[in-house]
C-alpha cells in the first residue's frame, strides 16, 4: 500500500461527456501527477500539479485539466471523452527532495 | 527528449531459472532510471531505482540492476525466478531526481513456467 488512493475505481462514459478522476496524495507529498495508460502500453505523463499550480504537462490537448487542492488531492478532468481516451488513469504523488514518486491503483476508464 | 525501449514484450522463464529484463534508455542528460512492477488490476510499485552513486542497485523481491553508461542500459535481473514474479515490468526514466515526467517503456510480460 502506497497510501494513494484514486476514485471511482472503474468509469464507463459515452462519447462527448465529460469526467473527472480524484486522487488522495500521501500525507505530507506536495506533488501529483497523472499519467494514461492504454492498454498493453506503458503510462504516458499527462501533467503535474506542484502547490495548486501546474508544473509541467506533456502531449495532451487542452481537454485534458487538472486541479489540485490545499490539502494536496487532485482532480483530473477530460472534456468531449473520445473512445481513445479509454485507459487506466494513474496519479502518482511525491515530496519534493525525495526519489520516489508513490502510485496509485488507478482508475479504469472506458468510453462507448 | 528521453526514451525508453524495452527489448522484448514477453518474456517467459522457468521456476527457479534466471530473469533478465533488457531497458535501454536515450537521455541528453544524467538520468535518474527506476523499473516498476505492475500486477493485474493494481497501480505501479517501485522495484528499485539508480540516482546517484553505485551503479549496481539492489531492489524488493531479491531483483538488482546495474546502470551501464557506455551501453546505456539499465537491465534489470533476479538469480531465481519465483511463480509470484509474474507481472508487467516498465522501466522508466526521467531528468531529474522524482521532480520530471517519468517516461516509461513499452513494458515486458514476464510469466513463470512450473
Known amino acids: 500500500e502506497t497510501g494513494v488512493t484514486q476514485s471511482p475505481t472503474h468509469l464507463i462514459k459515452t462519447r462527448g461527456q465529460q469526467v473527472t478522476l480524484r486522487c488522495s496524495s500521501q500525507?505530507?507529498?506536495?506533488?501529483v501527477s497523472w499519467y494514461q495508460q492504454a492498454l498493453g502500453q506503458g503510462p504516458q505523463f499527462i501533467f503535474q500539479y506542484y502547490r495548486e499550480e501546474e508544473n509541467g504537462r506533456g502531449n495532451f490537448p487542452p481537454r485534458f485539466s487538472g486541479l489540485q487542492f490545499p490539502n494536496y488531492s487532485s482532480e483530473l478532468n477530460v472534456n468531449a471523452l473520445e473512445l481513445d481516451d479509454s485507459a487506466l488513469y494513474l496519479c502518482a504523488s511525491y515530496k519534493q527532495g525525495i526519489d520516489e514518486q508513490y502510485f496509485g491503483p488507478g482508475t479504469r476508464l472506458t468510453v462507448t | 527528449a528521453q526514451s525508453v525501449t524495452q527489448l522484448g514484450s514477453h518474456v517467459s522463464v522457468s521456476e527457479g531459472a534466471l530473469v533478465l529484463l533488457r531497458c535501454n534508455y536515450s537521455?541528453?542528460?544524467?538520468?535518474?532510471l527506476f523499473w516498476y512492477v505492475q500486477y493485474p488490476n493494481q497501480g505501479l510499485q517501485l522495484l528499485l531505482k539508480y540516482t546517484t552513486g553505485a551503479t549496481l542497485v539492489k531492489g524488493i523481491n531479491g531483483f538488482e540492476a546495474e546502470f551501464k553508461k557506455s551501453e546505456t542500459s539499465f537491465h534489470l535481473t533476479k538469480p531465481s525466478a519465483h511463480m509470484s514474479d509474474a507481472a508487467e515490468y516498465f522501466c522508466?526514466?526521467?531528468?531529474?531526481?522524482?521532480?520530471?515526467?517519468?517516461?516509461f517503456g513499452q513494458g515486458t510480460r514476464l510469466t513463470i513456467n512450473p
Open positions: 537521455s541528453s542528460v544524467p538520468p535518474y
Open positions: 500525507s505530507g507529498h506536495n506533488t
Open positions: 522508466a526514466v526521467s531528468e531529474r531526481s522524482g521532480a520530471q515526467k517519468l517516461v
